[in-house]
């Protein structure tokens, strides 16, 4: 069942009805009603009344309260609220700030207001069921009120669905299902379901989701079921072959190099900011780049039998508690994601625990062999996992993404990607193992006795990308490597994180040449392997931060500057825009051929 539902529909639509059919008559509803009822008001007490004799008895019913409080003091036991609706709510408190007629101070304390509700529905674990109506399909109104309630309005509704996982718009009676999945009522689909609820996205869930670790109930059968697995590898080809990575668009590249001589700028200052908007415009094929619009960060969770050989510092349980916590929106990157405007998914590859259904869809197995002795995955798994990650990005593409960042979460993660990076750097043990998530003296040696023995296997099996990830890695690094991939056969920008999702990316690389032109290195981690993948793939990090958490954290930290060095492309002015004169010697209008120093980089494969 959905946890947050907002319905939306014009006036006369059936959307109160459609609202009211989604709460099971029985249960203990709160009704919200939102209106503030003006006593002379006749036609709107009527109108009230209607309503009211709907509700079934057992409704308590609460008369226009502070909504936001109400929300944040929900409690996950309470009955489902029902709020109806958001438009007379919002209607309620543009009157409070006289904000009709009133200066921008009065709107942004209804903006303020109204920023608070988003965040107390976001917060609430109690089901939620939302009432809006939908405005402004029709002329812009004439009076300013009426684009101002009409505007407002629309943010708040693309707010609020935002926080919910389930979006329905009535029309002439009819529900077309926005975004969801079957809480009953709707009758059309997403074709895609990476836009629904059941696609993990943490923008859109809440802190109901149980993660578990015992043993599954008797009645119910393990997860991954045997026929889960049959029906994953039933549709992958053996062996996993990707089509050919195409170039970024080079015109569009010569294009944005010749844009920036031209904006007001002595040429080449702007430095890897330049490097960067020009890399962005090949990716996009356009000139000058737009910012990424929808930046998608997909976390990878999976377990790893080596943890079991003392190489973490935390213990295998807490892979499956963050799982919990990526949905709930507690963890870092979704903090980071929301700062820097993307939207995080979380899959689970191979968690040693039960999760929630929409994010176990591709699972392969609990947790992944132990490397040291035994093969990370059987033939079909790497196929499945690797045909998964693919599957991933294409849905996210298809779903409106214009920027991937994979992101990985693992306890035990950092050993098979140095034993990945090692086997195919030609480092020696001892130069690729880092402290992970901390570990002490005593683990580090076991750590390099873990690596050591599963480099000996991995070694033997370098010529093939896919069999090297069968042997050493796991299902999650399998899954991201084919993400990675598929997002450069699919012509979209990606940026890399630290090493675990370098380590997938340097097979993905193998796997599909060629990858490597469609990502940019977000950050340095602190592991020492990383360093190494970077010195491999020839990318040169954005940021060094120090920071070595994963879970796509440094990517997103990155996701700024991507921004800023498009919206330099499209929004400075050109020296001929603002009369400013170029180079000594260069009549005005000229485009300048030669470069300055240091901007040769920018013909380098990152940039
Ligand atoms: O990606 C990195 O650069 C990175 C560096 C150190 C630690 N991590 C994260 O920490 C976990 C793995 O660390 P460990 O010590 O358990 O191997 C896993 O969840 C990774 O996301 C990630
Ligand atoms: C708490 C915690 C959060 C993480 N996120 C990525 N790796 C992690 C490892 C731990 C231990």
Same mark, same amino acid.
Not at 182 to 186: H, I, L, V
Not at 361 to 366: D, G
């Given at each position: 069942m959905a946890h947050r539902t907002l319905v939306l529909g014009g006036a006369r639509s059936g959307k109160s009805a459609h609202a009211e059919g +989604? =709460?099971?008559?029985?249960?203990p509803v709160t009704y919200v009603a939102t209106a503030r009822v003006d006593p002379a008001d006749e036609e709107w007490r009527a109108r009230i009344a209607e309503h009211a004799r709907r509700r079934p008895p057992a409704w308590r019913t609460l008369e226009h309260p502070d909504l936001a409080e109400l929300l944040r003091a929900a409690s996950p036991s309470d009955g489902p609220y029902l709020v109806d609706d958001i438009a007379t709510w919002l209607t309620g408190e543009l009157d409070e700030a006289a904000a009709w007629e009133g200066g921008s101070e009065t709107v942004a304390a209804v903006r303020k207001r109204a920023a608070e509700l988003v965040s107390a529905l976001h917060a609430c674990p109690a089901r939620v069921v939302l009432v809006s109506a939908e405005v402004g399909l029709g002329v812009i109104p004439a009076t300013r009120s009426g684009r101002l309630f009409r505007d407002e309005l629309g943010a708040l509704n693309a707010a609020l669905a935002e926080a919910c996982d389930e979006v329905i718009l009535l029309v002439a009676g009819i529900p077309l299902r926005l975004r969801g999945g079957?809480?009953?009522? $709707?009758t059309n689909r997403e074709?895609? @379901? #990476?836009?629904? $609820?059941? @696609? $993990?996205?943490t923008s859109t869930q809440t802190r109901r989701y149980e993660v578990s670790? @015992?043993?599954?109930?008797?009645?119910t059968p393990a997860w991954p079921t045997q026929e889960h697995l049959d029906d994953l590898v039933a549709d992958v080809p053996a062996p996993v072959e990707l089509p050919p990575v195409t170039p970024p668009d080079d015109q569009a590249r010569r294009d944005a190099l010749a844009r920036h001589e031209r904006l007001t700028k002595p040429a080449g200052s702007l430095g890897r900011l330049e490097e960067l908007g020009v890399w962005l415009a090949g990716c996009q094929a356009t000139c000058p780049p737009r910012p990424p619009s929808r930046p998608r960060v997909v976390v990878f969770a999976g377990d790893h039998g080596i943890a079991r050989k003392g190489v973490s510092a935390y213990p295998s349980e807490v892979t499956g508690q963050m799982v919990a916590n990526f949905l709930a929106g507690g963890a870092a990157v979704n903090v980071l994601a929301q700062a820097a405007g993307a939207t995080v998914r979380v899959v689970d590859m191979a968690v040693d625990a039960d999760t929630p259904e929409f994010v176990r #869809?591709?699972? =392969?197995?609990?947790g992944s062999g132990c490397i040291d002795t035994e093969n990370a995955l059987t033939d079909a798994e790497v196929r499945a996992a690797v045909t998964a990650g693919r599957a991933l990005a294409d849905e996210e593409v298809d779903g409106g993404a214009d920027l991937l960042i994979a992101g990985d979460m693992g306890i035990g993660n950092t050993t098979p990607s140095a034993v990945l990076v090692a086997a195919l750097t030609g480092a020696e043990p001892v130069a690729v193992i880092g402290r992970g998530t901390g570990i002490d003296d005593e683990a580090w040696m076991r750590k390099c006795v873990a690596v050591r023995d599963a480099l000996r296997r991995a070694r033997q099996v370098v010529d093939d990308p896919v069999v090297l990830l069968r042997t050493a890695a796991g299902a999650d690094i399998a899954a991201m490597a084919g993400f990675l991939a598929q997002a450069a056969v699919r012509r979209t920008p990606v940026v890399l994180d630290g090493l675990v999702v370098g380590a997938a990316a340097v097979v993905a690389e193998e796997m599909a040449p060629g990858a490597r032109d469609w990502w940019v290195a977000g950050h340095r981690s602190a592991e020492p392997a990383h360093t190494l993948v970077l010195e491999h793939l020839d990318l040169r990090p954005? +940021?060094?931060?120090?920071?070595? +958490?994963?879970?796509?954290s440094g990517a997103v930290s990155a996701l700024p500057l991507l921004t800023m060095a498009a919206r330099v492309m499209n929004e400075m002015a050109t020296f001929d825009d603002a009369g400013v004169s170029g180079r000594t010697g260069e009549q005005p209008g000229a485009t300048s051929t030669g470069r300055t120093e240091g901007a040769g980089e920018l013909t380098s494969a990152e940039g």
């Open positions: +989604l =709460v099971p008559g029985d249960a079957d809480a009953g009522g $709707g074709t895609s @379901s #990476a836009r629904d $609820g059941a @696609s $993990g996205d670790t @015992s043993d599954a109930a008797p009645d #869809a591709h699972k =392969v197995r609990r954005l +940021l060094e931060m120090d920071m070595r +958490l994963g879970e796509g």
